[in-house]
């Protein structure tokens, strides 16, 4: 039976591809099916007390989940919260006391804001992934919670039942994710991800818990992150102005 060495950094996401891609065509040069013993050793040093080999779960898997939960709770349970009160006239008995429309949407943007951050520190201590540079990580999840509740509050905004706000929440959902784990192999995507939040999120917790990167590393990572997280706000507030919700 044929044996393949391969030396990759487990870490990556196109290192798993390559090692994929090798297992098959050994076995189809070969004329093999399964087993097919593939021995990989890895290029970067592994964290004390980690696995030789963390690409599965609690390696690769980590920044992917902790993307995914942030997008999911950020772009979903704001618009959910803010249209099911629209539906349900709620929202008119909540004005009727000395609340503004602001404070209101305020609320509702904290609420959303401490669930995305506690759902995702949750994913990192199941995932396994308390490593690397936490500081910096915590840092990177409070900008994606900020960045995308923020598009969750803008759809909210503009959606007037939470039907809507489903289908929008979903047609923001599934091509960001598709995007995020394309871009980095499609040049021509490239161009596009530098204006998309989620490539600054992904590449920021892949850098601080894998590769234990520090802030001199990541600063004009942070500072485009937080600089397209003030434009979605910017965008809000306009959009609050223009629906006279700002008072």
């Known amino acids: 039976k044929p044996a393949l060495n391969l030396i990759t950094d487990p870490n990556n996401f196109r290192s798993l591809i390559f090692t994929e891609t090798c297992r098959e065509l050994t076995m189809g040069y070969a004329g093999l099916e399964y087993p097919l013993t593939v021995n990989v050793e890895s290029v970067v040093p592994q964290p004390s007390g980690q696995p030789s080999n963390p690409a599965g779960y609690t390696g690769f898997s980590a920044p992917s989940l902790l993307l995914i939960s942030i997008l999911i709770v950020g772009v979903s349970v704001l618009p959910a919260t803010l249209t099911t009160e629209k539906e349900k006239k709620t929202i008119t008995a909540l004005l009727a006391s000395p609340v503004t429309p602001m404070d209101v949407i305020l609320g509702k943007a904290a609420f959303g804001l401490a669930l995305t951050v506690l759902i995702s520190l949750i994913v990192m201590a199941l995932s396994n992934s308390t490593t690397g540079n936490l500081p910096l990580a915590f840092g990177f999840i409070l900008l994606g919670a900020l960045a995308f509740n923020g598009i969750g509050l803008l759809i909210a905004v503009y959606a007037n039942s939470y039907q809507t706000a489903s289908i929008l929440s979903s ?43 520090g802030l001199a590393d990541e600063w004009l990572n942070l500072l485009i992150f937080g600089a397209i997280t003030a434009l979605i706000y910017a965008a809000i507030y306009a959009s609050l102005r223009r629906k006279g919700l700002d008072a």
């Open 171 to 213: 047609v923001i959902m599934v091509p960001v994710m598709l995007f995020t784990f394309l871009y980095s192999f499609i040049d021509a995507l490239k161009l596009v991800g530098a204006f998309m939040p989620n490539t600054y999120l992904m590449n920021g917790l892949n850098d601080a818990i894998l590769y234990n990167k």
